[in-house]
């Protein structure tokens, strides 16, 4: 049994002496555990957080992102601003609020793209086998063999520079890992039964594929989505650091901390604020992926 | 073992010619690459005789052929900006990114396998919650930002450390060294912590095994056990994803060498994709890829020696 099918429910012992256990399904266990684990919903508030502060940004702040006051420049923490401001006399305390649009949008698209382009290769793949299988798994092979940052560069490089195409670029780096994944997955559910009772039946191998098989190895590839999302903000944050990612003025974390490389001495806070801000956030996403993993992960064994 | 070692050997070709097709017409997509050494301003007719003498006038395939050739001759050919053969950049560059690793790689192993092995021993002591909470740390820090932390404090605060620049190590020891220990710290925290986690995993597993119930109840000292059964045996995994990061950290170094303006592979790589140097970029991808490859290799094998049940299998 490769993975746990879903939905059913688990099978209590009863004896004359036992009260009636309550049934749960595999959903609520797995619910359960996750809420057991303090870094697991540490991870959830902070996530939720960034969301609503995503969301919510022009009502957090009064500045916007690109509005330079040029007599306030390179000031550090005040009230006025809360962080300071960075070389141009913009807030740095909007700028990084307003960064966490880009940093969830980077992240979330990026391995949303790569889920939706690499679980159908690694679906055919793993299905069809044969030469289409070879093919498939050589590319995969090729791909995963670059450095995966130098792979984001020089594609980033060859679409153009920019946030966009940096998202599509991160997005072709992680499309192994979900293709192998499934394809590993698919090899090993493909030889259930109910698979064999579907194709005797007649029924078209996208059906056997995309209803079967699908749901029941999605798991493996939700948790690797969500260990991957920080993965990708950071990388997102890396490619701007190196100037190919999201261009200035926009407010990306990167670009934030490359320009404060240039200010240490004259204003540390520029790199403070923005490098913190990308700390929180990747300890929030890997707080998330690590309580997902413990609780999705072969349920029946931990009871 | 033998055949084992020859196979592998074998299938990293295809690989390699795949890698080097990808990034062939990679940079193809990129753009013009004369228009990028000549500037935008020359005429028609000196933008086409360039474009002959490169060789950059023929069909994609064509070029690609002859470049393949030239490689199996271990010609890698001319940089476009530097007018400097691609094979000697490259080895000028090669040293500086392994002293880096080196460096990198001794921090690793020197912090992070002693604290993953106490953690393992105190489970749940003070020393094992602040070991968790560092790796933790130093795997989530982004390292662009621990490097700008570490710059703040050790070269412009107490001005102990070199900000930025290299220093051969064969030359100067103490200055190379010095130029080489913040971006090692930098590159060296998130491999450290990861090695960390990953001995004391281990380690608890081996503690955990009967033989070491066996040896305590024969009254074999604490420091015994550790030397003779614990630290063998938990660095299976450990040893094996060493090489996994090595071979990462040869690729992934690009940011750590720009802050710090060393220059070696990485920071090759991206200046010539981003200046449209065609033969530089094959040239330093295939070496990097290879790289990472054989470190894959490398760490297959040396799992399979290590680890004597695996090659009996």
Known sequence: MCMNSNGSAIAVKKTFTDLPQKRLTNFQISVNSFRKSPTAMFGLFLVLVLFIVAITAPLVTKYSPTEMLAKDRLQGPSLKHPIGTDELGRDTMTRIIYGVRLALRTGLFSVGLSFLIGVPLGLISGFRKGFLDDLIMRIMDGLSSFPPLILAIATTAALGYGANNALIAIAITYIPTFARIARGQVLCEQEELYIEAAKSIGARDSRIMFKHLLPNIVSPLIVQASLLISNAILAEASLSFLGIGAQPPAPSWGTMLKTSAGYMTRNIWMAIGPGTALFLTVLGFNFLGDGLRDALDPILIKK | MKQYILRRLLSIIPVLLLVSMISFSLVLLTGDPVKAILGSETDLETIERTRQQLGLDQPIHIQYLKWLGRVLQGDLGYSFQNKQP?????????????????????????????????????????????????????????????????????????????????????????????????????????????????????????????????????????????????????????????????????????????????????????????????PMVQGTIIVLSLAFLLSNLIVDILYAYLDPRIRYH
């Open chain 2, 86 to 278: 691609v094979m000697e950049a490259i080895l000028q560059r090669f040293p500086v990114t392994v002293w880096l690793n080196v460096v990198t790689l001794a921090i690793t192993i020197i912090i992070g396998i002693p604290a993953g092995l106490i953690s393992a021993l105190k489970r749940n002591s003070p020393v094992d919650f602040l070991t968790s909470v560092i790796s933790l740390i130093g795997v989530t820090m982004p390292n662009f930002f621990l490097a700008i932390i570490l710059i703040y404090i050790f070269s412009i605060g107490l001005n102990w450390l070199p900000p930025s620049g290299y220093v051969d190590p064969l030359q100067d020891p103490i200055a190379g060294f010095k130029s080489l220990l913040m971006p090692a710290i930098t590159l060296g925290t998130a491999e450290a912590a990861s090695i960390a986690r990953m001995t004391r995993s281990s380690a608890q597993q081996v503690l955990a095994k009967p033989y070491i119930t066996t040896a305590k109840a024969k009254g074999l000292p604490q420091k015994l056990i550790i030397t003779r059964h614990l630290i063998k045996n938990s660095m299976i995994p450990v040893t094996t994803m060493l090489g996994m990061l090595i071979g990462i950290s040869f690729g992934g170094a690009v940011v750590t060498e720009t802050i710090f303006s060393l220059p070696g592979l990485g920071r090759l790589v991206v200046n010539s994709i981003l200046a449209r140097d065609f």
